[in-house]
């Protein structure tokens, strides 16, 4: 397949190689073993590929002319590049590779002849051109299979040549009634090209389907055309593949002051039926430049000023359905099998496709919002707000509604629980079986209202044994030593008003008008350790692997909270909410809908995708095979994310480390309460219980599993009747895979 040549200015930008884990959306692949240096002048860079093997062209400059680099895309294997050839006399203008064979269209830097060339790579190690052929006009694009080559040269038309004997090019065919030939690529047997056909005054742009199986007499077996005339369009990028043939089209138009430019857009045929091209959907990209555009299974790829746009049919329909920042700039995509390639002038990369959408969970009519989001394990809960309508009974209520996502393509209904209105449940704190909200706590899988109602309009988090819950003017906190009967246990930052609150380890952090940092060893009883100014206002927050991520006005801001890196910051506009997901981070954003961010580099993130509502996304939440998102008024949608590789939790560093699992409780002795410390070097199952003097059990204080990290339990001096226990010697006992450590306590009368 041919990839339409793209002229522009690069900088100096030598090819690196690195080893990279397959994650969501990230390039995985780089050329190993190839060094090109991009040097002065335009570089111009061509993906094609064929079956298991790509070939990519790029212009070194004036002094160097081009280099092709030849390799293997084996399904499964990583991209390798076996081998390269390179001329000094010549700039690429369009490329085709079939097995070993290249054919590249070239322009002599020093005498100017538009010719095309064949490259043969039977010998990676040793490629020869073994052949160069003259034409008379620019090589736009090009197409090689099973021995023909066709050529489109503009305004010297379409020519088909016999290359059975790659030494001796032959020429079978021409089609001269073409005014001017654009493109061509070819598909199981059938060849299509772009072009302009007509006269002066009554120009066509047409897309044209051939038959070659008699090389000498060439059949045009479909055609689809357009007004080509001035104002009129003109096709030239084609890609095609199992039914489906995307063109780049293009639109000179002039507007109200007299000023002319080019209007770019994506025109999507049906080539399925055979003698007939149909129209199935045109998609506008305005006068931002397209580049070559890709066909995969069910996808088209369509990069537009560094962001590929995907397509799918949806309900019978061709809709976009993601974009994704590429990397690859205004250069060629292209589809070898189930993998995508792109090119940015210095490397081949691969990267992988967008979320799988599976299904959209509950679609919110009849004047209902949804606020929140939450996973409980293969159950996802969502509150709304219905506003009831005129018939009788049709009251205005707020639900949570929990769904099995056990199978996330097939998610079903287990059921609803309402509150009537005022009193809202648009915050939810999901702990285990239990759901804490304003109406009260209750059993998500009984539908049970378990406790009072409790104050909690805005974000809430748990810590260890409490939840903190931001008011309108403050924060309260709330005693879960019964976790269905949350007792108020203080009120702090009285008067302020705050946006967000989480905690890492033993460290609970506010946002409002500024940073409040608490230190947690009594949770009930926070201390403030530390105030900071923020560069704007905070609206989500996630704490994990020694990161806080902060989804702000202003984008999306990462802290070290080991402090071995610098803060860093992703303009991606206005953010609602983030999930920490490893490697990757999901981000609600204003501008972007559900946007996608490489945090393998969390000094570095990079955005490499974003999925787009036409609304704000609003809240997201992240289950090992599945992410939810929220936009507001509209959807709750599943996600298939099970192919995002989550990193293993690497053990802090070194100095934070220290030799006890389990340091000594504080205070101790003690009266009512003491908290518990300990340190995991890895992560796994965590029991840690009280026993008394006799060694009988009084209390479990934790069972499950935790995190690498520091963790800390508060015992309040009750045994797991919650009755209390008698003044005397009592001993905490931490069991882990690693083995086991024991403290002793003391309670005072």
């Excluded at 040549?5 to 030598?14: H, R």
């Amino acid at each position: 397949m041919k990839i339409l040549a793209v002229l522009f200015l690069l900088t100096c930008i030598p090819l690196t190689v690195s080893a990279q884990t397959p994650n969501l959306c990230t390039m995985i692949s780089e050329l190993p073993t190839v060094d090109v240096a991009v040097e002065d002048a335009l570089p111009i860079r061509i993906l094609a590929g064929d079956d298991e093997v790509f070939c990519y062209a790029t212009y070194l400059g004036s002094s160097e002319g081009m280099k092709l680099v030849w390799g293997s895309a084996e399904a499964g294997q990583p991209l390798l590049a076996l081998g390269e050839f390179q001329r000094s006399d010549v700039t690429p203008t369009a490329l085709d590779v079939d097995g070993a064979l290249v054919a590249v269209g070239v322009v002599d830097e020093t005498t100017g002849t538009k010719s095309w060339m064949l490259v043969d790579f039977t010998d990676p190690g040793a490629p020869v051109e073994s052949s160069r052929t003259p034409v008379g006009d620019w090589v736009t694009g090009i197409a090689l299979s099973d021995g023909l080559a066709c050529v489109a040269a503009g305004s010297a038309g379409l020519t088909l040549f016999d290359v059975s004997d790659p030494t001796t090019p032959t020429a079978s065919a021409s089609l001269p009634d073409l005014v001017s030939a654009s493109d061509v690529v070819e598909c199981d047997g059938t060849w299509y090209c772009s072009g302009v056909t007509g006269s002066m005054f009554d120009l066509s742009a047409v897309v044209r389907a051939y038959d070659f199986s008699v090389p000498t007499a060439p059949v045009m077996t479909a055609q689809y055309s357009s007004y080509g005339g001035p104002g009129g369009y003109a096709f030239s990028d084609l890609a095609t593949r199992d039914g489906v043939l995307a063109a780049c089209t293009t639109q000179y138009v002039e507007d109200y002051l007299g000023s002319y430019s080019y209007v770019w857009s994506l025109r999507v045929l049906d080539t399925a039926v055979p003698g007939a091209l149909t129209g199935l959907a045109t998609f506008s990209f305005g006068t931002e430049p397209m580049a070559a555009p890709a066909v995969g299974a069910g996808t088209i790829y369509c990069p537009v000023n560094g962001v590929v746009t995907y397509f799918e049919p949806v309900d019978d329909s061709w809709t976009e359905v993601f974009r994704q920042a590429s990397g690859a700039g205004d250069n060629s995509i292209e589809t070898i099998g189930d993998r995508i390639l792109g090119c940015d002038g210095t490397r081949v990369m691969e990267f992988s496709g967008p979320l799988t959408v599976l299904s959209p969970v509950i679609a919110l009519t009849g004047g209902s919002a949804a606020y929140d989001i939450g996973l409980s394990g293969n159950h996802a809960l969502v509150s709304y707000h219905h506003l009831g309508g005129s018939s009788p009974g049709d009251q205005e209520n707020w639900w949570i509604t929990v769904y099995d996502i056990s199978d996330p393509a097939n998610p079903s209904e287990v059921r609803s629980v309402s509150h009537q209105y005022p009193i809202p449940m648009n915050e939810l704190v999901i702990q285990g079986d239990l759901v804490h909200t304003d109406a009260g706590t209750f059993d998500w899988r009984t539908g049970e209202f378990l406790g009072d109602a409790l104050s909690m309009p805005r974000r809430a988090c748990l810590g260890d044994g409490v939840m903190y819950a931001l008011q309108y003017n403050g924060l309260r906190i709330y005693d879960l030593i019964d976790p269905a009967h949350p007792a108020e246990a203080g009120l702090l930052l009285d008067g302020q008003s705050l946006d967000e609150v989480v905690v890492a380890g033993g460290t609970m952090y506010v946002f409002g008008d500024q940073l409040w940092i608490f230190d947690l060893y009594d949770p009930t009883v926070p201390t403030l350790s530390a105030t900071a100014t923020l560069p704007s206002r905070v609206h989500g927050a996630s704490a994990d692997k020694g990161r806080l991520m902060l989804a702000m006005e202003d984008g999306l801001r990462i802290f070290d909270l080991w402090g071995q890196t610098q803060a860093s910051h992703l303009a991606v506009g206005p953010c609602y909410d983030v999930v920490d997901a490893g490697s990757e981070a999901y981000v609600a954003s204003a501008d972007l809908g559900l946007a996608y961010v490489d945090v393998s580099s969390p000094s570095a993130p990079t955005l490499l995708g974003n999925v787009a509502y036409g609304t704000p996304g609003k809240r997201v939440a992240a289950h090992p095979q599945v992410l939810l998102s929220l936009q507001p008024g509209l959807t709750v949608s599943l996600y298939d994310c099970a192919t995002v590789a989550v990193e293993d939790d690497a053990p802090p560093p070194a100095e934070i480390i220290r030799n006890l699992r389990l340091a000594p409780a504080r205070p101790n002795p003690f009266n009512p309460s003491t908290t518990l410390e300990f340190e995991l070097v890895r992560p796994g199952p965590v029991r840690l219980a009280i026993h008394d003097a006799a060694g009988r059990l009084v209390r479990t204080l934790v069972e499950e599993n935790r995190s690498i990290g520091v963790h800390r339990a508060r015992w309040n001096g009750r045994d797991d009747s919650g009755s209390t226990v008698a003044a005397g010697i009592y001993f905490a006992k931490l069991r882990t895979d690693a083995g086991a450590e024991v403290r002793k306590l003391v309670m005072l009368k």
